[in-house]
């Protein structure tokens, strides 16, 4: 009966994180020890304090449906965070409260896209910006990288893909997969590029901006000129662990905003009023309250790198921030073990959890086909056994 399907549903691809971790989940289910390395989620439980404004919003009764765009008081919670860590003045109206950063991307793509606009990804991309874009009709142009600049958009790459029919670029840091952040002079002369060539608007998804090992983080919108063709993604999963309460939001100018808002009233409403409540409480907190993951991930992040630095046809570099090892495997395509052949690194991947049991997401999902992303959000014992189980499985290739 798939025939019946629309074009659209048939043409949406399915997000590769997602079906590495069903492919793991199934395996996990037959009794096999799979260690996941394939999902962007923190291991560490939500902070208590987010707990108990949770509890408190229930006993006080926040249970009916909310205001589409959130909650007047959560949406001035957010502008009060954005002024303290962005030094970006939002009025609560242009704030928009999503069940999770990704509804949120994809409100604003089908308030600015039309068929046949053009839409910037610099590689590596979060796997689902590309499939956001062709949904809407736009035409994704891919702005390629490579491990030997730490994944980082060059600016004369940037100038030269812009074109008259450039409506948007979206654009993460740190960065989904590969932990790439930028210096404030580095970002600023990407700001100069987009200054100096007007008409086109700006996602910046910082979404991992409280996972960053280098210091300061530096907004885009913040850079002269940019404000009011900026949009601010952000929200609560990753930074304080939250990533099952599915809350995110933007800072927008008001008309993106208020477009947003329609589009949202007509697909979910407004999003968990109960989850709204702890993420008010989350962001109303000092950045230092969650340093301690911060710390963790960064002593992994020295962790797993050793590790994978010892693999045969691993090539590394040093994420500045997320959870995430993006590592050039292409030095083992075209070798083979038995029935595997490793002519990318789709094949790879396969190959590591069915010889390793474990889970991984080829780099071709972000844009970046030498690459396999592994996240390292769990515990520096099953990043070893990674490491140690990895290692066999590729001494098993020719």
Avoid at 15 to 38: C, N, Y
Avoid at 130 to 135: D, G, Q, R
Avoid at 240 to 260: D, E
Wanted: hydrophobic share 40%.
């Amino acid at each position: 009966m798939e025939q019946h399907l629309s074009d659209r549903a048939k043409n949406l691809a399915e997000s590769a994180t997602i079906a590495m971790s069903r492919k793991s989940r199934e395996l996990k289910e037959q009794g096999i020890d799979v260690i996941s390395l394939s999902l962007g989620e923190p291991d560490f439980n939500t902070p208590d304090f987010i707990k108990e404004a949770a509890k408190k919003a229930i006993d006080e009764n926040f249970s009916k449906y909310p205001p589409v765009n959130g909650y007047k008081e959560v949406r001035e919670a957010i502008a009060n965070k954005f002024k303290r860590d962005n030094q970006l003045d939002y009025h609560p109206d242009q704030i928009v409260i999503s069940t999770g950063a990704k509804q949120s991307i994809m409100n604003v793509v089908l308030s600015l896209v039309n068929p046949g606009d053009e839409v910037i990804l610099p590689a590596p991309y979060w796997v689902s910006y590309y499939e956001m874009v062709k949904f809407a009709g736009g035409i994704p142009i891919v702005v390629d990288s490579s491990i030997e600049v730490d994944f980082k958009l060059q600016p004369e790459a940037l100038k030269k893909a812009i074109s008259p029919k450039t409506k948007l670029m979206i654009f993460s840091y740190p960065c989904n997969p590969s932990g790439t952040s930028y210096t404030k002079a580095e970002l600023g002369a990407i700001a100069e590029v987009i200054k100096n060539n007007q008409g086109f608007y700006i996602i910046a998804d910082e979404i991992y901006e409280h996972i960053n090992f280098f210091g300061e983080h530096n907004s885009l919108a913040a850079y002269d000129g940019l404000f009011e063709r900026t949009i601010t993604v952000n929200g609560v999963s990753k930074g304080f662990a939250m990533t099952g309460w599915r809350i995110g939001y933007i800072g927008a100018p008001l008309w993106i905003a208020k477009a947003c808002t329609k589009i949202q009233g007509q697909f979910t409403s407004g999003a968990n009023g109960i989850a709204q409540k702890a993420a008010e409480k989350a962001v109303a907190e000092p950045p230092s309250s969650i340093n301690y993951m911060k710390e963790a991930f960064e002593q992994r992040r020295k962790t797993f790198k050793a590790g994978l630095d010892t693999l045969p046809g691993f090539k590394t570099n040093l994420p500045e921030g997320a959870f995430y090892m993006f590592p050039d495997v292409s030095d083992l395509f075209g070798k083979s073990s038995g029935n595997h052949v490793i002519n990318n690194a789709d094949d790879l991947a396969m190959y590591f959890l069915a010889e390793a049991h474990v889970a991984t997401v080829s780099g071709g999902a972000f844009g970046c086909p030498n690459n396999l992303r592994l996240s390292y959000a769990t515990s520096e014992n099953e990043l070893n056994e990674a490491v140690k189980r990895l290692k066999a499985a590729i001494e098993k290739l020719n």
